[in-house]
Nanobody, 123 residues
C-alpha cells in the first residue's frame, strides 16, 4: 500500500490550494479516504473524509465550508480543495486510507498513510 500526496506549498491568506493523493497497491474503490493534518508538537487531527463512492463526505468544523474532498476511482486519486485559507491552516497534511466503505473521523480506523505535504499560509 502506498499513498503519495502532492500539491502543497506557500499561499497567501485567502488563497486556494488543491492537494492530491495517489493511491497504489490496494482496492482504492472499496476504501474510504481521509485527510488529516498535524502541526509540530500536536496530535494528528481529522480534516475531512470521503466514502468509497464519493457520495458521502464529512468535515471538521474548522474547515467546513472552506475545504472540499473529492475522489476519482478510475484514477485512484483523492483530492482536498482548500479555499479561503488561513494562517492557522499551516501545517503538514496527510492522506489516509480506511479499509471500509464508510467515512469516519476516527484516526485509528485508518491503516495506511502518506508521507505528508506541507501547506504554508502566509503573506
Amino acid at each position: 500500500v502506498q499513498l503519495v500526496e502532492s500539491g502543497g506549498g506557500l499561499v497567501q491568506p485567502g488563497g486556494s490550494l488543491r492537494l492530491s493523493c495517489a493511491a497504489f497497491g490496494f482496492t482504492f474503490s472499496s476504501s474510504a479516504m481521509g485527510w488529516f493534518r498535524q502541526a509540530p508538537g500536536k496530535e494528528r487531527a481529522f480534516v475531512g473524509g470521503i466514502s468509497w463512492s464519493g457520495v458521502f463526505t464529512y468535515y471538521a468544523d474548522s474547515v467546513k465550508g472552506r475545504f472540499g474532498i473529492s475522489r476519482d476511482n478510475a484514477k485512484n486519486m483523492v483530492y482536498l480543495q482548500m479555499d479561503s485559507l488561513k494562517p492557522e491552516d499551516t501545517t503538514v497534511y496527510y492522506c489516509a486510507a480506511r479499509p471500509r466503505y464508510g467515512v469516519t473521523p476516527r484516526i485509528n480506523e485508518f491503516g495506511s498513510w502518506g508521507q505528508g505535504t506541507q501547506v504554508t499560509v502566509s503573506s
